[in-house]
């Protein structure tokens, strides 16, 4: 069964230092999008890309953060800067056409990002 | 507006008992709600979804019921096993234009034991 896969599953750095996140959509899937989970709170969306640009991004998604589909199939999220609060775990999802009004997000493992 | 309230925040099941796992919504324009499963150290995976077009649906020992004047909706495990032990998550989208962001409830840590 096609799944989405993320790269790393870890990631530790000092605060201000960049890092990037990758996630390996499922192939035919048109949407992407990447939420976080801080440790123990709900899952919080962050952007969603379509068409080669964002559709949407949260307030927590800042000038610090940048999304990039590079090559037609990697899809990458990253934080020029890191800060403390930027520890979570990062989820990337993706989805295919919507079919009748429904459009089933599926998610990755995660990359759990500590920024110390 | 945009927020999922979900409730309870933590449950605790007996082997064979049924699981109630409630949330609600303010926004009016969702038309799509999920509930995810997410075990520790994976990500959320879909679970059920329901339309607002229908009260019920049921998948095997899952089974979402949805109020829309109430602006509720609700998951029901029937039988519920020590392998549905997870955090289970409601969510709410609505299909704006091109992509539709997923607005999440708070969870609910479901144990059960035998």
């Known amino acids: 069964e096609p799944e989405v896969t993320q790269t790393p599953s870890h990631q530790v750095t000092q605060m201000g230092q960049e890092v990037i996140l990758r996630c390996v959509p499922i192939?035919?899937?048109?949407?992407f999008y990447w939420y976080r989970q801080i440790l123990g709170q709900k899952v919080e969306f962050l952007v969603s890309?379509?068409?080669?640009?964002?559709?949407?991004k949260s307030e927590i998604f800042d000038d610090q953060f940048s999304v990039e589909r590079p090559d037609g199939s990697n899809f990458t999220l990253k934080i020029r800067s890191t800060k403390l609060e930027d520890s979570a775990m990062y989820f990337c999802a993706s989805s295919e056409a919507r079919l009748a009004g429904v459009e089933t997000q599926y998610f990755g493992p995660g990359t759990r990002l500590l920024v110390l | 507006q945009q927020q999922v309230k979900q409730s309870p925040q933590s449950l605790i099941v007996q082997k064979g008992g049924i699981s109630i796992i409630n949330c609600a919504y303010e926004n009016t324009a969702f038309d799509y709600f999920p509930w995810y499963q997410q075990f520790p150290g994976k990500g959320p995976a879909l679970l059920i979804a329901?339309?607002?077009?229908?009260s019920e649906k049921k998948e095997g020992r899952f089974t979402i019921s949805f109020n829309k004047s109430a602006k509720q909706f609700s998951l029901h495990i029937m039988d519920s096993q020590p392998g549905d032990s997870a955090t289970y998550f409601c969510?709410?989208?609505?299909?704006?234009?091109?992509?539709?962001?997923?607005?999440f409830g708070t969870g609910t840590r479901l144990q059960v034991t035998l």
């Open positions: 329901i339309r607002p077009d229908v």
């Open positions: 890309f379509y068409n080669n640009e964002i559709s949407e």
């Open positions: 969510a709410a989208s609505y299909i704006p234009g091109t992509a539709s962001k997923l607005t």
């Open positions: 192939s035919n899937h048109l949407y």
